[in-house]
Structure formats: C-alpha cells, structure tokens
C-alpha cells in the first residue's frame, strides 16, 4: 500500500511560480510511474502530467505543456511538479497519483492509478 502526501501549495500571482512536491511512502517509488491531476471547483479531474517509472518519459495536458514540468527524485521518492507562468484558470486542488505500467509508460487516465494523495490548493490571483 503506497502513501502519497503532497506539499506546497499556496496563493500566488498570475504570471508566477510555484512547485508541488508529492512524497511516497509505503512500497517500492521505483516500481510507480507518477502523475499530477487537478480539480476544480465544480469539474471534472483533469489530468496534468505523467512520468514514466525510469523518469524518461512525461506527458503534459494540453493546457499546460510549455509551463509545467514533472520530475522525480527515486532516491527521495518524490515526485514534483513546477508550475511556470501560472494563470488563474490553473487554481485548482492537485493531486498526485501512482500507476503501475511499464518502465517507460506513462498514464493519462484517472483509471490507471491505483494510489492517490488528499491534495494540495494552488490559487492563482488575477
């Protein structure tokens, strides 16, 4: 049974930066592809970004790509999302979740995650 807690959500402006850190516990991290989801206030979970088990592959939901990154760190057990150039249609509760794949798949569908943390509030101010 994996654990996943994330952190660092806050209030920021527009145009600003923030990173999301989400840390596992509880089973093998390398064993995990990682993804980020989002949802807001009256919508359906959208997803974000994925990284593959080895961290060589990532996916990017069409509204962020260019902004967002994903990475992690196997031997923290952490996966991290950094938010560039953030908008107000970006506040939401983001969500870190565990996939079991392949080494090099990553996930898109809320269905293939098996593992999910409680979420962290990212605002964006106009």
């Known amino acids: 049974q994996v654990q996943l807690v994330e952190s660092g959500g806050g209030l920021v402006q527009a145009g600003g930066s923030l990173r999301v850190s989400c840390a596992a516990s509880?089973?093998?991290?390398?064993?995990?592809?990682m993804g980020w989801f989002r949802q807001a206030p009256g919508k359906e979970r959208e997803f974000v970004a994925a990284?593959?088990?080895?961290?060589?592959?990532?996916n990017y939901g069409d509204s962020v790509k260019g902004r967002f990154t994903i990475s992690r760190d196997n031997a923290k057990n952490t996966v991290y999302l950094q938010m560039n150039s953030l908008k107000p249609e970006d506040t939401a509760v983001y969500y870190c979740a565990a996939s079991g794949g392949g080494y090099f798949y990553t996930a898109k569908e809320i269905s293939e995650y098996d593992y999910w943390g409680q979420g962290t509030q990212v605002t964006v101010s106009s």
């Open positions: 509880g089973g093998t991290f390398g064993w995990y592809g």
């Open positions: 990284i593959s088990r080895s961290g060589s592959s990532t």
